[in-house]
């Protein structure tokens, strides 16, 4: 396993309680829960139900607090933002599997939320994708589309 692979693995390891979460991230405890709730974070599940977090989400509760803070988005809105990411390039999946892929055609949710997905989504640990990785920087999502469409 290479630096890189190392580094994305550990990124992404069920690390904090929602107490340490709730501190490094400064958002009350409540609020976490809700995100969860709303789709919004997707945090590690131990077979006792407690959630854990990792460095990833981390990240993305911080990119939430800020389009909530700083850009006056509420949940749907952010819910509506992360849908416009086009996770049928970054996967990628074929033209064909795309129309059978609720993910593909909503425009209210991400597409880690969508109840029938594609065969190329339909096994896969949402947490470890690219997709649900994107925020870990608050990417501005029309430079990323830019690089990803090279336009
Ligand atoms: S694996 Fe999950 S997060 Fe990645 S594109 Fe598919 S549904 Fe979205």
Known sequence: MDQSENRDKKSTDPLYTLSVVSRLTNTPTHSIRQYID?????????KSNRHLFSDVDVSRLKCIRKHL??????????????ALVPCWIMKPCSVENRKNCDAYSDVTKPCWQASNKGPECRNTDCRLCPVYK?????VNL????????NT
């Open 142 to 149: 029309k430079d990323f589309m830019k690089e990803l469409t």
């Open 134 to 138: 994107l925020p870990e920087k608050c």
């Open 69 to 82: 803070d700083e850009q006056g988005l509420n949940i749907a809105g952010i819910n509506a933002l992360f």
């Open 38 to 46: 709303k789709g919004l974070i997707l945090p590690f599940k131990t």
